[in-house]
């Protein structure tokens, strides 16, 4: 179980840490950020300059469950094991020995 965060912190937090290196940091807010959820609300002015680190941050983001992408159905929901768990498909060196292996089984016992 994951313990629970206050995304407006999150969100405080993020531009606090980045608006230190804003070269501009007199400049009028592009946008204004609102968080509502069930612990409050908070509107935050962000400056370009936090927006582009958001965005770099973003496109940076790699998902700790993100294993690729099923050959078989596309699907994404790959375990650790690199099974995927839509179609039950195996990836990976073990997925490759295991259908090379049930390829040779299968030839042996055709008739």
Same mark, same amino acid.
């Given at each position: ?11 405080? =937090?993020?531009?606090? $840490?980045? +608006?230190? %290196? ?11 950020? @609102?968080? &509502? ?15 582009? =680190?958001?965005?770099? $941050?973003? +496109?940076? %983001? ?11 159905? @596309?699907? &994404? ?21 295991? +259908? ?12």
């Amino acid at each position: 179980m994951s313990t629970p965060f206050d995304p407006a912190a999150v969100m405080a =937090a993020f531009i606090d $840490a980045v +608006a230190p %290196y804003d070269r501009q940091p007199e400049a009028d807010p592009v946008a204004m950020v @609102g968080v &509502r959820t069930a612990l409050g609300e908070a509107v935050f002015p962000v400056s370009d300059h936090v927006i582009r =680190a958001m965005c770099k $941050a973003l +496109a940076a %983001y790699r998902d700790p469950e993100d294993r690729g992408t099923c050959v078989e159905c @596309g699907g &994404r929901h790959l375990d650790e094991n690199l099974h995927c768990q839509e179609c039950g498909r195996l990836h990976g060196i073990l997925g490759q020995v295991i +259908a090379q292996h049930a390829r040779r089984v299968a030839a042996e016992e055709a008739p």
